[in-house]
């Protein structure tokens, strides 16, 4: 308490960029490279600094961000976002006294490894699109939530594709059909069963390659087989395949958040009085609009889940 009001405050440093590279020769794979965007944000008792003029239990945001340079620096073996973010947490936890909670979060800009001549490049990159994230907290006690994610997934289908049987009243125009065009950009948030320090794997568990497989089980279900695909009577039902294959296929993961956006491609119809139908739509000429769009998200938990 402070006085008569209750505060709760937290401070941090957000956009902390870093990129490091682990220089591995060319005969083990060649250079590893990373880019993340750092954020920390500290649960720390200095209300002295809110109520009065008194900064001396305040850990600066300007040592918050030297800290993530000095740690990616330490990091000399290759680690994944989630462990530096664990890395972070625990140091800022248990260095200083006032500090009860950290929560870092970690978005990577997704540099790919480019391939020339079909071989895989020892040390060049290029721009991929869809981006992994993770949100960790780590609290004094050795405490734990890590929650990862990809956002930016864009993914779309030309044909197995529908919508039928919803609700038809006074505002309904949308014609069913069982042949359209579905896009989304999937958001994915979920979370891994460590809740305590000493339970993290060391090795071979490992986050990077799980947000791999994670995002082949998402893509595969949206697709289905390569030849004939697979029908989808809505975004929802889709969504809601994805989820329980994820949960099916990852034991260890007790939820998952998905937000799918229906990105819409209307079908084109040109007519004018001298032109009558100047463009007739055949499943052929769309126009491509994300605005308005519809908005499509769900979270699956295991029933049996503590959560
Ligand atoms: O898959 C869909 N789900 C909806 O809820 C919806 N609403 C809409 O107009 N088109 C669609 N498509």
């Known amino acids: ?10 401070h941090g440093k957000s956009r902390v960029r870093v990129s490091r590279v682990w220089r591995r020769p060319a005969a083990d794979g060649g250079h590893l490279f990373v880019e993340w965007s750092v954020a920390v944000s500290l649960v720390s008792d200095c209300l002295p ?22 740690k990616a620096k330490e990091c000399t073996e290759v680690v994944s976002m989630e462990e530096f973010a664990v890395i972070l947490g625990r140091h800022f936890t248990s260095l200083y006294p006032q500090v009860s909670e950290a929560t870092v979060t970690i978005v990577e800009r997704p540099w790919e490894r480019v391939v020339v001549d079909g071989k895989p490049h020892s040390h060049g990159f290029k721009l991929g699109s869809e981006k992994h994230s993770t949100e960790v907290t780590v609290k004094k006690s050795g405490g734990l939530l890590i929650n990862s994610g990809i956002q930016g997934y864009s993914l ?31 958001t994915a948030w979920w979370r891994y069963p460590f ?11 490992c986050f990077t390659q799980r947000y791999q497989d994670l995002k082949k089980v998402l893509a595969d279900t949206f697709f289905g087989p390569p030849d004939v695909g697979v029908y989808s009577p809505s975004v929802q039902n889709t969504l809601y395949l994805m989820g329980r294959e994820v949960l099916t296929r990852f034991p260890d993961i007790a939820s998952i958040q998905l937000r799918m956006p229906n990105l819409h491609f209307l079908p084109v119809n040109l007519s004018g009085k001298e032109n009558p139908g ?7 000429v769309y126009m491509p609009t994300d605005e308005p769009h519809g908005t499509i998200e769900a979270t699956l938990t295991r029933a049996n889940s503590k959560l």
Do not use: C, W
């Not at 308490?1 to 937290?10: N, V």
């Not at 030309?158 to 009243?169: A, I, K, L, M």
């Not at 339970?199 to 071979?204: D, M």
């Open 1 to 10: 308490m402070a006085g008569r009001f209750d505060l709760q405050g937290r």
């Open 49 to 70: 600094s809110y109520t009065s003029h008194d900064n001396s239990a305040i850990v600066a945001t300007d040592s918050i961000k030297n800290t993530v340079y000095v």
């Open 156 to 186: 779309l289908k030309t044909t197995q594709s529908g919508f039928e049987g919803f609700v038809r009243d006074r505002y309904t125009l949308l014609p069913e059909t069982r042949e359209r065009i579905v896009a989304t950009e999937v």
């Open 195 to 205: 809740e305590h320090v000493s339970q993290l794997p060391s090795k071979p568990f």
């Open 278 to 284: 100047l463009v007739k739509f055949a499943d052929d």
